[in-house]
T-cell receptor, first 110, second 113 residues
Framework: QQPVQSPQAVILREGEDAVINCSSS?????VHWYRQKHGEAPVFLMI?????EQKGHDKISASFNEKKQQSSLYLTASQLSYSGTYFC???????????FGTGTRLKVLA | NAGVMQNPRHLVRRRGQEARLRCSPM?????VYWYRQLPEEGLKFMVY????????ESGMPKERFSAEFPKEGPSILRIQQVVRGDSAAYFC???????????FGSGTQLSVL
């Protein structure tokens, strides 16, 4: 039931790009993305509500394909501050249960 | 406008003792979620509450764990007779409604000796 994220971990050099995927076996009506730095609480990045919707925030953007039940997070020209663990989150349709994906650990090196 | 407040930040208990974790949601937020996180792992859903109601507790162990969100005061996650396996970070999150983004507290790190 838990959305599966890929890759599990990725190491980048500053300035490189990365894509993080989130796939669900259940229908998704919306997807949220969060970043958690080590020892801290997760922080909301963005929400995608409609199939095919794309959003951008600075150099981080995301897409949501409702039909494929998946979302992707795009990080371009990565900065050291992008390091952390990224989680997709979603509310299971028909319930009030809000669950998170398996997580992707991202490390950006200078 | 204060964020989600959790306390204590760190809690040390001996096996068999009780642990009480508190969470005050953001002002205006009526939805509270509790999650458990082991080191280097993801966020595992435990329970979802609204004021005076447990809406979904499917992620809570059947024994020793309970949660409440009273009409007045913070939400409480209670763990009775703690065991070493209960050691984890417990995060509380709140939202203003369904399918809204979650705002997280700083978490409580529970250590059971």
């Amino acid at each position: 039931q838990q959305p599966v994220q890929s890759p599990q971990a990725v190491i980048l050099r500053e300035g490189e790009d990365a894509v993080i995927n989130c796939s669900s076996s259940k229908a998704l009506y919306s997807v949220h993305w969060y970043r958690q730095k080590h020892g801290e609480a997760p922080v909301f990045l963005m929400i995608l509500l409609k199939g095919g919707e794309q959003k951008g925030h600075d150099k981080i953007s995301a897409s949501f394909n409702e039909k494929k039940q998946q979302s992707s997070l795009y990080l371009t020209a990565s900065q050291l501050s992008y390091s952390g663990t990224y989680f997709c989150g979603t509310e299971i349709p028909g319930t009030y249960k809000y669950i998170f994906g398996t997580g992707t650990r991202l490390k950006v090196l200078a | 406008n204060a964020g989600v407040m959790q306390n204590p930040r760190h809690l040390v208990r001996r096996r068999g003792q009780e642990a009480r974790l508190r969470c005050s949601p953001m002002k205006g937020h009526s939805h509270v979620y509790w999650y458990r996180q082991l080191p280097e792992e993801g966020l595992k859903f435990m329970v979802y509450l609204q004021k005076e109601n447990i809406i979904d507790e499917s992620g809570m162990p059947k024994e020793r764990f309970s949660a409440e969100f009273p009409k007045e005061g913070p939400s409480i996650l209670r763990i009775q007779q703690v065991v070493r396996g209960d050691s984890a970070a417990y995060f509380c999150a709140s939202s203003p409604g369904e399918n809204e983004k979650l705002f997280f507290g700083s978490g409580t790190q529970l250590s059971v000796l």
